[in-house]
């Protein structure tokens, strides 16, 4: 059977471990799914800005050189030898950088003569078949690798012209790509690549960054792909992770209140189970304290009364033992009385200028029986001036009877009691000392807790309630005062209690 604490700890375990756990897989499940729909989503979002990207760079490439090509076909046009005016409009259009008119024979319409060699890239593109075949599919064309481009124009008499040009790659850059790429707003990079997957543009350096996707363009720069780079900070997974630390955090911060929250209480509870072991120990010890004196105050009294002892010294001991035991019983039954009303918040205290010296001398003079019986040493030494001092004389008698009757209780074989008053520091002095038991340096400060008995067995057979220090506590403290502990176990006690001398 596991004792009460046991099953409390086993139980508060439980209430932490299983509501955590089923947090905490709740929590993992969920962000699991969140992170791959998350990265889904991410994905499905990042591809479309791609090809939306894409699209937009295709358009604006198409309308410069749409807005070219109209401008040589008006200069065909309008001109028989249009060297010039199509000089002009090359001026005019950095993004090309170089441009042939061929007839439909292959015959060179502009410039005069082939450059640097150009013949041997441009010739074949523009043979008469190639020239046919444009004139019949009607459309642009972009071949060797985005490097040329073909239009199918017009000559001055409706005869088709081929214009074929060359982009100058820097002109594409600046205004087609960082022109359109570098104003679109997210969190990626984007990056165009050439045939050869040889970075030609990019909104910011790629370094660390993970290609996320690629989309290729279309007819304007067929060979060509716009990439999507992921930055580690922008991951969504990154996103993930900042959030499982979060819930962590909160995770742990819950489990830590509820740790708190259980202690806490188990440390209550302990002390309740503690106060209510003690609590019945003060019962057993009181109805114990009570009856030992009741039953020799009966039996003395029986023996009297029946008449049977005829020696006088005898009787006259017989009434000393019933007066003793009897004034035990009042001692008792005052400190049990007193216990309750402190502890109801009942006591008051009646404060009155006060002689030190016949109330120490009085209370002493209680114990003078069993202290000449038990061969005490007794010392009292009170300072000659010592002035009035305000107090309520029947509580601080009681707490001097307590110090006292300790000091009796828990001697040994040096039977000595001292007790000295004086002014210090502007306060009454009274210190009780015994060369008794002693008390253990880790004791002293639970001896003035109420119930509180030494070791349990240590102070078995000497009796007590344990609520006879906690009282001298309370009635030094009521007066402004307070009462300290010096104690050596096996060489003696010394408990002074010190109060102001104009009372609390
Ligand atoms: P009790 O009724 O047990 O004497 P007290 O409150 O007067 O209760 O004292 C609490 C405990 O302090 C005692 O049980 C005893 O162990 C210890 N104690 C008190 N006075 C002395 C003393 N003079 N010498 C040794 N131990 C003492």
């Known amino acids: 059977m ?67 090509l109209d401008r040589v076909q008006a200069a065909l046009r309008s001109d028989a030898s249009p060297q010039h005016a199509v000089d002009d409009v090359l001026a005019g259009s950095p993004l090309i950088r170089r441009l042939y008119l061929v007839g439909a024979k292959g015959e060179l319409i502009y410039p005069r003569a082939w450059q640097d060699g150009d013949q041997a890239v441009f010739g074949p593109l523009l ?23 073909l239009a199918l124009l017009t000559g001055r008499s409706g005869e088709p012209v081929v214009a074929a040009f060359v982009r100058d790659p820097d002109t594409l850059r600046r205004e087609i790509l960082e022109a359109t790429l570098g104003t679109l707003e997210s969190s990626t990079i984007i990056a165009v690549l050439d045939h050869e997957g040889r970075t030609v543009y990019s909104r910011a350096p790629i370094g660390e960054a993970q290609r996320l996707l690629s989309v290729g363009f279309r007819e304007g720069l067929p060979d060509w792909r716009l990439a999507v780079y992921q930055t580690p900070a922008g991951s969504p997974r990154q996103a993930v992770r900042r959030q499982v630390m979060l819930f962590t955090a909160a995770l742990g911060v819950l489990v830590a209140v509820i740790v708190a929250g259980i202690v806490m ?88 200028p006060t002689p030190v010296e016949p109330l120490i001398r009085s209370t002493l003079e209680a114990f003078a029986y069993p202290l000449a019986q038990q061969g005490f040493k007794v010392e009292v030494s009170v300072a000659p001036d010592l002035p009035d001092v305000t107090m309520d004389a029947d509580a601080v008698g009681q707490a001097l009877t307590n110090l006292i009757d300790n000091a009796i209780k828990y001697s040994a074989d040096d039977r000595s009691l001292t007790v000295d008053a004086r002014v210090a520091d502007g306060r009454l002095v009274v210190a009780v000392s015994d060369r008794g038991l002693g008390i253990a340096p880790e004791e002293q400060a639970k001896i003035f807790e109420k119930f509180y008995r030494v070791g349990r067995s240590d102070t078995q057979g000497r009796r007590g309630s344990g609520v006879g220090l906690a009282l001298v506590r309370h009635v030094a403290e009521a007066h402004g005062g307070d009462v300290v502990v010096e104690s050596t176990p096996g060489a003696g006690s010394r408990f002074t209690v010190s109060l102001p001398l104009g009372g609390a």
């Open 265 to 352: 209480t188990w440390r209550l509870m302990r002390r309740e189970t503690e106060m209510a072991r003690l609590k019945s120990d003060f019962v057993a010890n009181v109805s114990h304290d009570l009856k030992t004196p009741l039953s020799v105050i009966r039996m003395f009294g029986e023996t009297l009364e029946m008449g049977r002892v005829t020696d006088e010294g005898r009787r006259q001991e017989y009434y000393r033992v019933i007066t003793r035991e009897g004034e035990r019983l009042s001692r008792l039954i005052d400190n049990v009385l007193d216990f309750s009303r402190i502890e109801g918040g009942r006591q008051t205290y009646d404060m009155a």
């Open 127 to 149: 043979s008469e078949s190639a020239v046919r075949r444009l004139a019949r599919d009607g459309k642009r064309e972009v071949i060797a690798n985005n490097q040329v481009c």
């Open 2 to 68: 596991l004792s009460p604490s046991a099953r409390f700890s086993a139980l508060a375990l439980l209430a932490i471990v299983a509501p955590a756990t089923i947090v905490a897989v709740l929590g993992y499940v969920s962000i699991r799914q969140w992170e791959a729909s998350s990265e889904l989503l991410y994905r499905e979002q990042a591809r479309d800005m791609a090809a939306m990207a894409a699209e937009k760079v295709e358009m604006t490439l198409r309308r410069s050189e749409d807005a070219f």
